[in-house]
């Protein structure tokens, strides 16, 4: 059983930055690839951002274009994503997911909430005004 594991929410003014970090237990990355997701107050999980397997390539959500950063080490073991000039509007819960898929770019790719078959439990990220 794949289990992702977020950790570095936390709280922050407005400008702030955060850095979130996955790693996944039971994770084989010839077959599985990760994502991050988030939930803001009283709206249904997005997709947030998402990278290629060779990690050159990265999609965003329009909102937070220019602002975070999606990465993966080497192995493509940890994902993470570097959350800069963070709005209030950013604040929510933020999940890293799990996609079983042995093809190239699955997770680039595949950009819905339904696609992805593991969640961790989620990251809190607060931003104050």
């Known amino acids: 059983q794949v289990q992702p594991v977020e950790s570095g929410g936390g709280s922050v003014q407005a400008g702030g930055s955060l850095r979130l970090s996955c790693k996944a237990a039971?994770?084989?990355?010839?077959?599985?690839?990760l994502a991050w997701f988030r939930q803001l107050p009283g709206q249904e999980r997005e997709g947030l951002a998402f990278?290629?397997?060779?990690?050159?390539?990265?999609y965003y959500t329009y909102s937070v274009k220019g602002r975070f950063t999606i990465s993966q080490d080497d192995a493509r073991t940890m994902l993470q994503l570097q959350m800069d000039k963070l709005r209030p509007e950013d604040t929510g819960m933020y999940f890293c997911?799990?996609?079983?898929?042995?093809?190239?770019?699955?997770?680039?790719?595949?950009?819905?909430?339904?696609?992805?078959?593991?969640w961790g439990q989620g990251a809190r990220v607060t931003v104050s005004s």
């Open positions: 990278i290629s397997t060779d990690g050159t390539k990265a």
């Open positions: 039971g994770y084989t990355p010839s077959s599985h690839c």
């Open positions: 997911a799990a996609r079983a898929s042995p093809y190239r770019d699955s997770c680039y790719f595949s950009q819905s909430p339904s696609d992805y078959h593991f």
